[in-house]
């Protein structure tokens, strides 16, 4: 294997110059003849760099680690885009990891970090994880920064990225409303989850602007998997003698089981149930109906949320918190209609 000092000695250079060219170091000076024979030499040696070797020397493994509650969640794709895009821009690679394994009272945050495995993670947490075991979690002395994660009193603790799940959850709801329905139900998060509260928040904004309300008996809490909104519609119609003409489902995933809770039912949508979900995927594209979503800007928290870890393992003082600028964007499908169609 090709070494510095092989291509040194093969260009006429010094060692450490031929180590600042290969890293690009934008201080070093010297002629652009040299610079290239530098990396023509280095290509004809097939030269690759030691990274183990570096990573000692800088203290650094070059490596950040992505922390979601569902590596198979189809939602994540786009998160996952991100935060890779971000990361090879400040030349780092991505670890992907199941945070269902990130418990209270788990050392395995520091693990990664303080073996040598990461040097920071971006953690989103699962659903079922209250603000209390949360920060359990993040008081670890390891550079950490949550993904759409803020506890009830501001976990911040080397920063944070959240989306406007608010302002999602208004757009599907006033959707609804503009198709004309008067009665709509939700089915959402369990209610520990902050991005639970603020979808719902949202979904209560929309109704009061429109002089409605949110009626108790039309929603339900059960959490964003397939098969809680499949219980969550099947709840609703055991304790109740009317359903909604419509409902807003926090979560693609739990809109999927809503819909299975449907046919089993017999009830058409959009004919007799309009659904919105928030969250698009490729997913949602191909249920039956496809299903009405609100997009929500993944991608770019993903980018936000490399570049906020990045900067505190530069030691920049971290934000606080950072709200993603891009807007969610509705996507309409035929899962949603006039009532009573």
């Given at each position: 294997?090709?070494?510095?000092?092989?291509?040194?000695?093969?260009?006429?250079?010094?060692?450490p110059?031929?180590?600042?060219v290969?890293?690009?170091?934008?201080?070093?000076?010297?002629?652009?003849?040299?610079r290239?024979?530098v990396?023509?030499?280095?290509?004809?040696l097939?030269?690759?760099?030691?990274?183990?070797?570096?990573?000692?020397?800088?203290?650094?493994?070059?490596?950040?680690?992505?922390?979601?509650p569902d590596?198979?969640n189809?939602?994540f794709a786009?998160l996952l885009?991100?935060?890779?895009?971000?990361?090879?821009?400040?030349?780092?690679?991505?670890?992907?990891g199941?945070?269902?394994?990130?418990?209270?009272?788990?050392?395995?945050?520091?693990r990664?970090?303080?073996?040598?495995?990461?040097?920071?993670?971006l953690?989103?947490?699962?659903?079922?994880?209250d603000d209390?075991?949360l920060?359990?979690?993040?008081?670890?002395?390891?550079?950490?920064?949550?993904?759409?994660?803020?506890?009830?009193?501001g976990?911040?603790?080397?920063?944070?990225?959240?989306m406007?799940?608010?302002a999602g959850?208004?757009?599907?709801?006033?959707?609804?409303?503009?198709?004309?329905?008067?009665?709509?139900?939700?089915?959402?998060?369990?209610?520990?989850h902050?991005?639970?509260?603020?979808?719902?928040?949202?979904?209560?904004?929309?109704?009061?602007?429109?002089?409605?309300?949110?009626?108790t008996g039309?929603?339900?809490?059960?959490?964003?998997?397939p098969e809680?909104?499949?219980?969550?519609?099947?709840d609703?119609?055991?304790?109740?003698?009317?359903?909604?003409?419509a409902?807003?489902?926090?979560?693609?995933?739990?809109?999927?089981?809503?819909?299975?809770?449907?046919r089993?039912?017999?009830?058409?949508?959009?004919?007799?149930?309009?659904?919105?979900t928030?969250?698009?995927?490729?997913?949602?594209?191909?249920?039956?109906p496809p299903?009405?979503?609100v997009?929500?800007?993944?991608?770019e928290?993903?980018?936000?949320?490399?570049?906020?870890?990045?900067?505190?393992?530069?030691?920049?003082r971290?934000?606080?918190?950072?709200?993603?600028?891009?807007?969610?964007?509705?996507?309409?499908?035929s899962?949603?209609?006039?009532?009573?169609?």
């Amino acid at each position: 294997m090709a070494t510095l000092k092989d291509i040194a000695r093969r260009a006429g250079v010094s060692v450490p110059l031929v180590s600042r060219v290969l890293n690009n170091d934008p201080q070093v000076r010297l002629r652009e003849e040299t610079r290239e024979r530098v990396l023509r030499i280095a290509e004809q040696l097939n030269y690759t760099a030691n990274y183990a070797g570096r990573a000692l020397r800088l203290s650094r493994t070059g490596t950040l680690g992505l922390l979601v509650p569902d590596v198979n969640n189809a939602i994540f794709a786009e998160l996952l885009r991100g935060v890779e895009d971000a990361a090879d821009e400040s030349d780092y690679i991505v670890l992907l990891g199941s945070a269902d394994r990130v418990r209270p009272g788990s050392d395995l945050l520091r693990r990664l970090v303080g073996e040598g495995r990461v040097d920071g993670c971006l953690l989103q947490r699962r659903d079922n994880l209250d603000d209390s075991a949360l920060q359990q979690l993040v008081e670890a002395d390891v550079p950490v920064v949550l993904v759409n994660s803020v506890g009830r009193r501001g976990l911040r603790p080397g920063g944070s990225v959240t989306m406007d799940d608010a302002a999602g959850a208004r757009l599907g709801t006033e959707h609804l409303i503009r198709c004309g329905h008067r009665h709509i139900g939700l089915v959402s998060g369990l209610p520990g989850h902050d991005t639970a509260r603020r979808r719902e928040e949202g979904f209560r904004a929309a109704l009061h602007e429109a002089g409605l309300r949110q009626r108790t008996g039309w929603t339900r809490r059960f959490g964003y998997r397939p098969e809680d909104g499949h219980r969550a519609l099947r709840d609703m119609l055991a304790g109740e003698a009317r359903l909604p003409t419509a409902l807003l489902v926090a979560n693609v995933n739990a809109a999927i089981g809503v819909l299975g809770a449907a046919r089993e039912a017999g009830i058409d949508v959009p004919g007799e149930l309009s659904v919105a979900t928030v969250h698009d995927s490729w997913v949602a594209e191909h249920t039956w109906p496809p299903l009405t979503a609100v997009r929500m800007p993944l991608y770019e928290m993903g980018c936000a949320a490399v570049t906020m870890l990045v900067g505190r393992l530069k030691d920049e003082r971290p934000t606080e918190d950072s709200v993603v600028d891009a807007a969610p964007e509705l996507v309409v499908r035929s899962s949603t209609g006039p009532p009573g169609r």
